[in-house]
């Protein structure tokens, strides 16, 4: 059983403004209220604040400009596709999305076996070049971790695999909504350097033309994920 957690007033907030673009209160490509305003609404702090507006901008729903201030997307998800934010950074529901993703991204690794070309094996690799790079600057670099999946599922040529990713992974990939490698005994670069020899061996399967062996690398590196998460939670209940 996982361990389960009062929901925090940043949560709140992030549902509050969720619900408030939702119903257009807050309009596609109008500004949010200043962070001031926020604070003397709702009574919180600003690292609240200024947690929630990130939650948003990771899910896809807002933009952030220093100095200038937070903006809703023009193409934000809409309402009836759209996963709750709300208590995303629980590890219940983190759980949760990667088994989502196990069952897209499977076949997506798959297919992307059978139809790529050079040109979307370089993208894929770029992704792998990328994380290195955070690696070695002592990053985190979730961008390149999206950028990764991302390429493969430009590389099944269905487009309805990069936009239900395109949506998907920002809000579920679990270093965006909790610190994964606290939870384990491992350091951010050694857990990095994990997730990108995983997806190294994507990689080589989707080079090889072998969507068994490409599906079989994807279930690894997302079922593992998701495995080691329940046993960290678990064993520190």
């Given at each position: 059983?996982?361990v389960k957690r009062r929901?925090?007033?940043?949560?709140?907030?992030?549902r509050?403004?969720?619900?408030?673009?939702?119903s257009?209160?807050?309009?596609r490509?109008?500004?949010l209220p200043?962070?001031q305003?926020?604070?003397?609404?709702?009574g919180?702090s600003?690292?609240?604040v200024?947690?929630?507006?990130s939650?948003?901008?990771?899910?896809g729903?807002v933009?952030a400009?220093?100095g200038?201030?937070?903006?809703?997307?023009e193409?934000a998800?809409?309402?009836?596709?759209?996963?709750?934010t709300?208590?995303?950074q629980?590890?219940?529901?983190?759980?949760?999305g990667?088994?989502?993703?196990?069952?897209?991204?499977l076949?997506?690794?798959?297919?992307?076996?059978?139809r790529?070309t050079d040109?979307d094996?370089?993208g894929?690799?770029?992704?792998?070049?990328?994380?290195?790079?955070?690696?070695?600057?002592?990053?985190?670099?979730?961008q390149?971790d999206?950028?990764f999946h991302?390429a493969?599922?430009r590389?099944?040529?269905n487009?309805?695999?990069?936009?239900?990713?395109s949506?998907?992974g920002?809000?579920?990939?679990p270093?965006?909504?909790?610190p994964?490698?606290q939870?384990?005994?491992?350091?951010?670069s050694?857990?990095?350097?994990?997730i990108?020899s995983?997806h190294?061996?994507?990689l080589?399967?989707?080079?090889?033309?072998?969507?068994?062996?490409?599906r079989a690398?994807?279930?690894?590196?997302?079922a593992g994920?998701?495995d080691r998460l329940?046993?960290s939670?678990?064993?520190?209940a």
């Amino acid at each position: 059983m996982l361990v389960k957690r009062r929901e925090t007033l940043t949560t709140q907030l992030v549902r509050e403004l969720t619900d408030r673009i939702d119903s257009g209160a807050f309009a596609r490509g109008s500004k949010l209220p200043t962070e001031q305003e926020l604070i003397n609404e709702f009574g919180v702090s600003r690292t609240v604040v200024r947690e929630a507006i990130s939650n948003l901008k990771a899910a896809g729903m807002v933009s952030a400009h220093q100095g200038i201030g937070a903006f809703v997307m023009e193409d934000a998800p809409p309402p009836s596709f759209r996963i709750a934010t709300d208590n995303m950074q629980l590890i219940e529901e983190v759980v949760q999305g990667l088994e989502l993703r196990i069952g897209i991204e499977l076949e997506a690794a798959s297919l992307a076996a059978m139809r790529r070309t050079d040109e979307d094996l370089a993208g894929i690799a770029d992704a792998c070049k990328a994380m290195d790079r955070a690696i070695e600057a002592g990053e985190g670099n979730i961008q390149a971790d999206m950028d990764f999946h991302l390429a493969i599922a430009r590389t099944t040529h269905n487009p309805n695999f990069v936009n239900i990713f395109s949506y998907l992974g920002k809000v579920l990939i679990p270093r965006a909504r909790v610190p994964t490698h606290q939870y384990g005994s491992a350091s951010l670069s050694e857990y990095l350097t994990r997730i990108n020899s995983e997806h190294r061996q994507i990689l080589s399967a989707i080079r090889a033309h072998d969507p068994d062996s490409a599906r079989a690398a994807m279930r690894v590196h997302l079922a593992g994920s998701r495995d080691r998460l329940i046993q960290s939670a678990e064993a520190a209940a």
